[in-house]
């Protein structure tokens, strides 16, 4: 059940927004972000609970929506320390979270 | 030390070799994992640990051999393995591994693993 994540990669300038998508077709109990940067461990970033909260990290924020059975993180004004591979982890009810093939971003100047 | 750390950060090996990769959390957590990841595919799951029990074993072959002495400290154990083991390995930990995915983890930097 590894949750699919679009797009595959993202490329934008500096200050542009975007939208990365992690979409299951199982029901979520919640969903995790993390961001990975080459050559280091990813970080997490934010935890998601079905019933359609949003949360921030600095000007990344995401949303849940269990209806869609899906989380979008949108990247807000984009500054370089934003490039990395986004991961979502799907939770279905146990603490095993199964992770979708990243979403790479590329943030140029 | 701080966070989650593993060694060796890198490991070369022949397929008849037996090493050992090691992982340290000092976050007095409870649940600690094994992932694998390989280029263009999603973090692989390999074994849980929670409260120094495993508690999942994702079909992982026996050449991979986890173990745990104690809720700090996480090892794997690598034996006879195949060309296509290269991967990195990565360990993390989170604090309550009852809390049904509502736990942030933590990631080690990894263990970058050639089998020749």
């Known amino acids: 059940q590894q949750p699919v994540q679009s797009p595959q990669a993202v490329i934008l300038r500096e200050g542009e927004d975007a939208v990365i998508n992690c979409s299951s077709s199982k029901a979520l109990y919640s969903v995790h972000w993390y961001r990975q940067k080459h050559g280091e461990a990813p970080v997490f970033l934010m935890i998601?609970?079905?019933?359609?909260e949003q949360k921030g990290h600095e000007k990344i924020s995401a949303s849940f929506n269990e209806k869609k059975q899906q989380s979008s993180l949108y990247l807000t004004a984009s500054q370089l320390s934003y490039s990395g591979t986004y991961f979502c982890g799907t939770a279905y009810g146990n603490n095993r979270l199964a992770f979708g093939k990243g979403n790479q971003v590329v943030v140029i100047p | 030390e701080t966070g989650v750390t593993q060694t060796p950060r890198h490991l070369v090996m022949g397929m008849t070799n037996k090493k050992s990769l090691k992982c340290e959390q000092h976050l007095g957590h409870n649940a600690m994992y094994w992932y694998k990841q390989s280029a263009k595919k999603p973090l692989e799951l390999m074994f849980v640990y929670n409260f120094k029990e495993q508690t999942e074993n994702n079909s992982v072959p026996s050449r991979f051999s986890p173990e745990c002495p104690n809720s700090s400290h996480l090892f794997l154990h690598l034996h006879t393995l195949q060309p296509e083991d290269s991967a990195l390995y990565l360990c993390?930990?989170?604090?309550?591994?009852?809390?049904?995915?509502?736990?942030?983890?933590?990631f080690g930097p990894g263990t970058r693993l050639t089998v020749l």
């Open positions: 998601l609970l079905k019933g359609g």
């Open positions: 993390a930990s989170s604090q309550d591994p009852l809390a049904g995915g509502l736990n942030e983890q933590f």
